[in-house]
Every structure is written in C-alpha cells, then in structure tokens.
C-alpha cells in the first residue's frame, strides 16, 4: 500500500489569526501580544529555526519547541529558510504543522509561515552528497544555472534556481502555499561582484518571479531578509536604501504589489534600525530604518534578539523590563516594544528555553512611557 502525503493550503487569514489569538488569550496570553499586521493578528514573537546539527536529535528538539510554540506558547509566526540546518529546519516546520493540524489543535489560516531563498544549500536527507555535489547534479548538469550566476558566498538570484527553490521549500513543509518569502541577503551577497544598477535588474528579476507565484497563489507576501545593508553609512558600498527598493517594487507589481516585509538584526547591541538615521524618504531626507518602514508601509521582523545568547549576562540596571522574570524575557520585551517592530524571532529548540521564553505572551509590550524610559539602552557600547 503506498503512502501519499497530505499537502495543506490556504494563508494565515484575518479569521484563522483571530481564531488562534482568542483561543491564546483563554489559555493566559495578553491580548496586546498580537499585533495586527495586514489585517492578520500575529504574535508580536516569532520562532526562528536557524540553529542545529544535521542530527536526528535536533529534529526531536526542534520539533517538540515547535509544537509546545504554537499550542502553548501563543506564536503563530513561525521563521525558516531553504538552507536551514540543509532543508531540515523545513521538513521539521512540516511534520509539526501535520501534526498540529490532524490533532486539531489548528488548521492552516492560524499561522504565519515565512522562508527564505538564495543561498546555495543541500538536502540533510542526503547525507553523501555535499553542497556542490549536490549543485553539480541538481542544477549545473541540467542547466538550470551558470556557474556565473554564483556569488562567492555561494548565492543565487538566478529565477530558475529561485523558483525551484520555493517549489522546494513547499515539498518539504508539505504546504501549497507559503505566507511569506524573502531573498536571503542578497545584496550582501552581490555588492561586491556586481554594481549597483545590474543588482537592481536582478532584484527586479526575483520581484516579477515572486509576483507571478502570488498570482498562481502560492505566496502571499514576498521581502528581503537582510543582514546590515539597510543599516550601513550610506556613503558605503555595502548600503542599500529602501526608497530604492521600494520604487523596484512598484515598478515589477505596481502600487498592491506584494513586497510587505523586512528581515535584519536588532537588539540591545545591534540598535542601528532604531537610532542610526540613515535612509532617505521623500519628504525627510535622513530617518531611521524603522521609521522609513513605518512610512513606507513595511513590516519589521528582527532577528537575533538575545544575539545568540551574548546578551544574556549584560547587566541592565533598573527600568520597567524588571517586571519580567528572565534576562532573555526582558531582551524580547525590548525589542518587541519598539515601534515599528512586528517581533523579534527567537531560535529556540530545548524545551526548557522554549517554556521559558513563550511565556513573554503573558505580558503586555512596553507602554510608551516605559519603551522611552528604556531607549537609552539602545546604544552601542563605547
């Protein structure tokens, strides 16, 4: 008897995030620890899925922070990548959404589900053929792309391999469709190889891939997950500006395109989106990055928020994130209070740090009163 494996469909919806937001809110979360962005109510905490060995253990791990994530912790917004732990992280993202689904715990429109493309990866389930064996076989001997169309950090804008790409990470998830999908640091990859206006053509390339897949109904949203090009001194090569960005945008999908969304560090160290003025906007011409996002209509998602566990020992001094029990609680609070931010997404795979960390749906973000008490925080150290 042959096995065929059920694929689910449909977006996080207004009434599915409002669903689950109801039902977090019976089980003790604040109703302020979801946000509504896009006319979806999403946690105001997402899980990321970037660290781990390509172990068996870490499946186990990760899969088990997943399911108590969503079930108790109160996220629904959940963060991957193609090349995470070499496809793992996704087919981990996979198993749990199934088992969450046939369980009844949720159905596919209470969840926020975000990949990313452009980094060369292999398969972990395949464990003989390394990355360029395997993009030997998968792509150069077929053709799919040219070994110009590779980046020294091993990246790809090629829309043949991006496209296969996305098809991929819907097989592994076992999804029809993706709410969210970003190129994967792309302009770090590429400004030291290509200039300025040929990026452009390529980035305007991926945008018309991925609006012809929101078209076909496969993605919802589409953005650019970034590292510091959004960040940097806008007199150096490796800036980029959002102006610009948006105007490609507009240019590939018209005004309702669907290029909503943002991806970059941000934490107690790593402040710049919120005190570093540095982006153009039409009428004022430096703000912060938060600030252009907020006129521009884009969605913040951050990353590293606890920075890989560097921040857990700093010592804050007293401030309203005393209210908070842990040091890693009062690091989320931080970030997610900050305006302009949708949440910070936080890589957890011990349940341990996983019941600890979820519990930060109790509590109401910062006030404002209390966010201005705190951003003197936000500052790099001398």
């Known amino acids: ?68 994530s969503i079930m108790e912790g109160g996220i629904n917004v959940i963060d991957t990548s193609i090349n995470y732990r070499s496809m793992l992280s996704e087919k981990c993202i996979g198993r749990v959404i199934s088992n969450l689904i046939e369980d009844g715990v949720i159905d596919r429109e209470s969840i926020f589900i975000c990949s990313k493309n452009g980094y060369v990866t292999n398969d972990g389930d395949l464990r003989k053929l390394d990355i360029d064996t395997y993009l030997q076989l998968m792509y150069l001997d077929n053709n799919i792309v040219s070994r110009s169309d590779i980046s020294p950090s091993y990246h790809i804008m090629n829309p043949n391999y991006i496209s296969r790409c996305l098809d991929k990470s819907l097989c592994n998830m076992g999804l029809n469709t993706i709410d969210l999908i970003y190129i994967h640091n792309s302009f770090e990859s590429w400004y030291n190889v290509v200039d300025r206006s040929t990026y452009h053509e390529m980035l305007s390339r991926v945008f018309q891939l991925y609006e012809d897949f929101r078209h076909k109904g496969k993605i919802n949203f589409y953005g650019m997950a970034t590292w510091n090009c959004f960040t940097s001194n806008e007199n150096s090569k490796g800036y980029l500006s959002l102006k610009e960005i948006i105007k490609i945008a507009n240019d590939v999908g018209g005004v309702n395109n669907g290029f909503k969304f943002i991806q970059l560090p941000f934490n107690l160290y790593l402040s710049d989106p919120f005190t570093f003025r540095n982006q153009p906007t039409e009428r004022i011409n430096k703000v912060t990055l938060l600030q252009a996002a907020q006129k521009y209509g884009i969605h913040v998602f951050t990353s590293v928020p606890l920075y890989q566990g560097k921040l857990l020992n700093v010592e804050l001094g007293q401030s309203p994130l005393d209210k908070l029990p842990a040091m890693s609680l009062k690091l989320l609070q931080l970030v997610r209070s900050t305006p302009g931010v949708v949440g910070p997404l936080i890589g957890q795979k011990k349940i341990v740090h996983t019941k600890e960390n979820t519990t930060i749906s109790k509590y109401p973000p910062l006030n404002e009163l209390e966010f201005n008490e705190v951003t003197t925080m936000l500052r790099h150290p001398d």
């Open 1 to 68: 008897m042959s096995f065929q494996r059920k694929f689910y469909s449909g977006f996080a919806s207004p009434k599915g995030t409002t669903k689950y937001m109801d039902n977090t809110i019976l089980k003790g979360a604040s109703r302020t620890h979801f946000k509504t962005i896009e006319n979806l109510k999403l946690s105001s905490v997402g899980m990321g899925t970037y660290l781990g060995n390509l172990s068996s253990q870490d499946d186990a791990d990760l899969e088990e922070s997943l399911y108590y």
